[in-house]
């Protein structure tokens, strides 16, 4: 599972994210979602939003301005890996009903 998991993370996703030009939302999709914190090991990639506000909260007079950040998970689970696939067959199903 080692070697598959070091596939993802060096050669996949790197490709994703050449191929959809660094657009992690695009990304976040054929990977079956994102994860929220580093503790979630059940998605390949973890999402973080941040406010201005958050980071200075001692400031008030700050934009609304959130920044979203896209990092790789270093030790994601099987789980992470079979969601790609049952993301698709969930797809491949409603296509047969329509």
């Not at 914190?37 to 973890?46: A, R």
């Amino acid at each position: 599972m080692d070697y598959y998991i070091g596939v993802m993370q060096q050669r996949i996703i790197p490709l994703l994210q050449e191929y959809f030009y660094d657009n992690w939302e695009s990304i976040e999709l054929m990977l079956g979602g994102a994860g929220k914190n580093e503790k979630d090991k059940d998605f390949l990639i973890i999402k973080k939003t941040v406010s201005a506000n958050q980071l200075f909260v001692h400031t008030t007079e700050l934009p609304e301005y959130e920044k979203t950040r896209y990092t790789v998970q270093t030790n994601p689970t099987l789980k992470a890996l079979t969601r790609i696939y049952k993301q698709n067959e969930n797809a491949d199903k409603q296509e047969e009903v329509e």
